[in-house]
C-alpha cells in the first residue's frame, strides 16, 4: 500500500502557543512537499482538532488547496475523529484529512464500530504497587486472568478478526512497562478521596471512571514550555497514577509492545501516537478504496533487543556507530533550552 501519514501536530494544538508563525508548522508544508515529489496514491493527514478552528482553518484551507495543486482528490468534509468510536477506551480527538492520487478511487471515513470502558481495558492488569521489583524495574512476572475480550485481544489471548499484523513471538506472562511512581503519603490520600470522573484540585489529575473513557492521554511538555509534565490520569481503583503499560491499555497498544524504561519517555511515546485501533479504522478505508483484501501473515516474528528500551544518547550512539562528537555537539546544544529530567523528578511532579 503507498500512502504517507504526517503528525506535525504540536503548532496547532489547543493547549499553549496558537500562532500561524509556529516554525514547527512548517512541517505541513514539507508534508506537502514530499507528497508533490513522491506521488504516492493515498496520504492520510492528522492532526489536533485545534486546526479546524479560528485563524487555523484557513491554514486548513491553504493545505487542502496545495494538495489538490498536487493532482490529489481531496476530502473535503474533513473529520474530527474520536478515538473512542473505534474501540479505544480514551476520549480522543483528532482531526484527519484523507486525499487520493487523481488516477485513484477517492476514501471514505471509517464508521464508528463499538466502545470500550477504562474497565474492560485494565481488567486484567494487577496492581503494580505490589511488586516491589517494579519499583527498579519495568516488568515482572505474574498470571492474567480476565473475561474482557478487549484485555484478551491485546495480551493475545483471543483471536481479533481484524488484525492482519504480524504475529510477535512474546512471552504474555511477563507485566511490562510497569514501573511504579512513589507518592507521598498525602497524595495517596488525596487521590483515594477524590470521585471517579472528578479531577484531584491539587495535582489536577482526573481520577478514571470504570465505567466510563479515559480522558486524552497527552505527551507532556518540556522545559522550553515551562517544566517537565507527562500528566497521568488517577487509577480507578488504585490510589497512585497509571503506569505506562496501563495507559497503552487504553490507547489500544497491543501488550507485546514495548516502550522506553523511563517513565517520561514511556508516556509521551504514547501521548505523540495515533491509538493503534484508529489508525486501523482509517487505513481500513484505503485498503477498501485500492480495493485490497488483507490477510493474516503466517510469518512469526521474534521481539528485538531489549537493551534498545534503556538507551540514553551515548548509548545509541555506540549501537548505531554514529561518532561520540555528534552526539556531544546535539547535546550540548539541547541542554542550553532542554534538562533532561530524572525518574525523582518525575516522581515529585506526581506526587
Request: net charge positive.
Amino acid at each position: 500500500m503507498s500512502s504517507w501519514v504526517a503528525r506535525p501536530c504540536q503548532g496547532f494544538s489547543l493547549i499553549g502557543k496558537r500562532a500561524l508563525d509556529d516554525p514547527r508548522n512548517q512541517l505541513v508544508f514539507h508534508f506537502v512537499r514530499i507528497i508533490s515529489e513522491l506521488k504516492p496514491k493515498y496520504f492520510v493527514f492528522e492532526n489536533v482538532k485545534g486546526l479546524t478552528l479560528g485563524k487555523h482553518r484557513q491554514f486548513l484551507t491553504e493545505i487542502i488547496e496545495a494538495l489538490k495543486a498536487c493532482g490529489y482528490n481531496v476530502v473535503e468534509d474533513y473529520r474530527v475523529l474520536n478515538a473512542a468510536d473505534y474501540g479505544v477506551p480514551q476520549d480522543r480527538r483528532r482531526l484527519f484529512l484523507m486525499g487520493s492520487r487523481a488516477d485513484q478511487r477517492v476514501p471514505f471515513y471509517p464508521t464508528p464500530t463499538y466502545r470500550t470502558t477504562v474497565g474492560e481495558a485494565l481488567a486484567d492488569l494487577p496492581n503494580a504497587d505490589k511488586f516491589p521489583a517494579l519499583q527498579h524495574s519495568d516488568s515482572v512476572r505474574t498470571r492474567f486472568t480476565t473475561k474482557s475480550k478487549y484485555a484478551q485481544m491485546l495480551r493475545g489471548q483471543a483471536e481479533d478478526a481484524n488484525d492482519f499484523g504480524y504475529r510477535r513471538e512474546y512471552d504474555p506472562g511477563v507485566l511490562t512497562a510497569s514501573r511504579t511512581t512513589v507518592h507521598t503519603a498525602l497524595s495517596i490520600e488525596r487521590f483515594a478521596a477524590t470521585e471517579a470522573g472528578k479531577t484531584e484540585p491539587i495535582s489536577r489529575f482526573r481520577k478514571l471512571d470504570a465505567a466510563g473513557l479515559c480522558n486524552t492521554l497527552r505527551a507532556g511538555t518540556d522545559s522550553a514550555r515551562g517544566a517537565f509534565t507527562s500528566p497521568r490520569p488517577i487509577h480507578p481503583t488504585h490510589p497512585r497514577v497509571i503506569t505506562v503499560r496501563e495507559a497503552a491499555r487504553l490507547h489500544s497498544y497491543p501488550d507485546w509492545f514495548r516502550f522506553h524504561v523511563t517513565k517520561w519517555h514511556g508516556f509521551r511515546q504514547i501521548g505523540n501516537s495515533v491509538p493503534p485501533l484508529l489508525g486501523r479504522a482509517v487505513g481500513s478505508e484505503i485498503a477498501r478504496a485500492l480495493g485490497y483484501a488483507p490477510t493474516k501473515p503466517g510469518r512469526v516474528i521474534e521481539m528485538g533487543d531489549e537493551t534498545l528500551l534503556s538507551f540514553d544518547m551515548s548509548g545509541a550512539a555506540a549501537y548505531f556507530g554514529v561518532p561520540h562528537t555528534v552526539i556531544a555537539q546535539r547535546t550540548r546544544r539541547s541542554s542550553e533550552s532542554v534538562k533532561v529530567p530524572t525518574d525523582k523528578e518525575i516522581a515529585h511532579v506526581h506526587g
